[in-house]
């Protein structure tokens, strides 16, 4: 209808059995963004893809203040997903995070380690990105 799109879910936007080809593109999908939802369970921070999109946004020239966080935690575990979320967040570390595909893994880690020198610098950066958000605060 030629108007711009309103909302872009990485989930149904990127190729997931093509995602290489899809990489290249993501810092322009994430640039058109103007906000970004995260719809963050315990498991959030443990996904490599999430923290990936996450840095991207923010380091295409949005501010971590334009991301909110929406908790999604279990009915009746509430307090242990926080615990859970907080303790992801106090304790992040790249190299426990997961892919689906090791090959995934192997390259994104192979780009930071390029962009970064180390897994550690870029574990600092992922950190103040969510301090710069306001979480766990905003949760």
Not at 38 to 55: A, D
Not at 122 to 138: G, L
Request: proline share 4%.
């Amino acid at each position: 209808s030629g108007r711009e799109p309103t909302i872009w879910l990485d989930k149904c936007c990127i190729d997931q059995c093509n995602i290489e080809a899809d990489l290249r593109c993501l810092p322009l999908f994430l640039n058109s963004c103007r906000r970004m939802v995260v719809f963050c369970g315990p498991t959030y921070l443990s996904r490599l893809w999430c923290v990936i999109e996450l840095f991207t946004f923010v380091h295409c020239g949005r501010s971590a203040r334009d991301i909110t966080f929406v908790p999604v935690l279990r009915s009746g575990r509430e307090e242990e997903d926080m615990c859970v979320l907080e303790d992801s967040l106090n304790n992040f570390d790249v190299e426990q995070c997961t892919c689906f595909l090791r090959q995934d893994k192997d390259k994104l880690l192979g780009i930071i380690r390029t962009a970064f020198g180390d897994l550690e610098s870029f574990n600092a950066e992922v950190t103040a990105i969510f301090q710069r958000a306001h979480w766990p605060a905003e949760l």
